[in-house]
């Protein structure tokens, strides 16, 4: 079984540059591996509101592109806010090997570094529905690893991302290895019982 990691978490919390050099390191161990970046699809795929409903939308896009890709056997690596609770949910059910990241970053450490100046514009009111900050972020209840990025440094976050997706390329291997003995030894029941 091949693995989606789903990178949750507040804007500057780390998401992009993390999942960008897992993409990076698991490319390099020759994985036929795929980066999604939630800002890069936004603009390809024309989503530009940002209210509940649009947000869920889009989230709901960015699921059917990856399970379309993991559906082909590569291994998805997304970056998105993934906001609210019922999106993680969906991503569980839907997707056979879901494991859930949450960056975590705190508010206050985000609006001191504020790299891209959205927190200082959400501030002043120039920008409306901001996750965080003016609008919700329901934090994950089940996340498979959570990655504090204002206590450790992006060094420490990328080796425990590395590792963690290591860990599960291995496990759903297994589980591959384990599905294929059980299909095999059902064949063989049958070809016994039919020419036994």
Known sequence: MTPVF???????????????????YLQSQDYD???????RFRIQHGFHGFSREQR??????????VLSLND?????????IT??????????????????????????????????????KASKG???NFTGF???????KNADLILD????????SYLLLRNFAEHAIHEGNLLHSCLSDVIHFGRTEVLNVSFG
């Open 72 to 80: 082909q056997g590569k291994i998805c690596v997304v970056s998105a």
């Open 83 to 120: 906001p609210y609770a019922c999106m993680r949910d969906l991503n569980r059910e839907y997707i056979p090997f879901y494991r859930e990241v949450w960056v975590r970053c705190g508010l206050e450490t985000l609006t001191s570094r504020d790299t891209k100046g959205f927190y200082a």
């Open 6 to 24: 789903w990178l949750v978490g507040l804007s500057g919390s780390g998401k992009t540059t993390l999942g960008s050099l897992l993409r990076i």
């Open 126 to 128: 120039l920008i409306k």
């Open 134 to 140: 003016t609008d919700d972020f329901d934090e994950p």
């Open 56 to 65: 869920i939308q889009n989230i709901d896009a960015m699921r059917d592109l």
């Open 149 to 156: 990025t204002d206590v450790s440094d992006l060094s420490d």
């Open 33 to 39: 591996a795929e980066f999604i970046d939630a800002d």
